[in-house]
């Protein structure tokens, strides 16, 4: 059976048991909130959060649990106590039947934020100074050999 593809956040929602849409549509809202100028959409079928262009957190609705991606080193150490017991690799997995712990997935939105940014503009550096090598340097094809 072919997995399904979604165009919307809508739509990834919509296609949930229908237990977990509510606590998704609340997942949605807090992420939203947390990050107001963020864009919405559809990435390896799950939701995304970018900023700018850059990828700052997904979402994805499971039977038992909804999970909260990426779990990045500075993150966890930073939400150490907070994340105890809901750390699996690079998710963040909080049981379904549970309530949303919206001041806890709005510090992991907005820190996710900061990190991305940080990054984005750390990269932004580097291929500045790397332009401005490789203007300074004149690459080894435009130099002529003599042929003896």
Do not use: W
Request: proline share 9%; aromatic share 6%; no cysteine.
């Amino acid at each position: 059976m072919p997995r399904p593809t979604f165009e919307s956040v809508n739509e990834y929602i919509a296609a949930q048991p229908p237990h977990g849409r509510p606590v998704l549509e609340r997942v949605r809202a807090t992420i939203r909130k947390a990050l107001p100028g963020a864009s919405e959409g559809i990435s390896y079928q799950i939701p995304v959060y970018k900023l700018d262009g850059v990828m700052v957190l997904y979402f994805a609705g499971y039977a038992r649990h909804y999970s909260i991606y990426p779990a990045t080193p500075h993150l966890t150490s930073v939400l150490k106590n907070e994340l105890s017991g809901l750390l699996h690799a690079k998710t963040i997995r909080f049981p379904i039947d549970e309530p949303v712990p919206t001041r806890l997935v709005t510090r992991i939105a907005k820190l996710r934020a900061e990190e991305a940014i940080e990054h984005a503009l750390t990269k932004n550096k580097q291929r500045g100074t790397s332009k401005a090598k490789a203007k300074a340097k004149p690459s080894s094809a435009n130099k002529r050999t003599k042929r003896r």
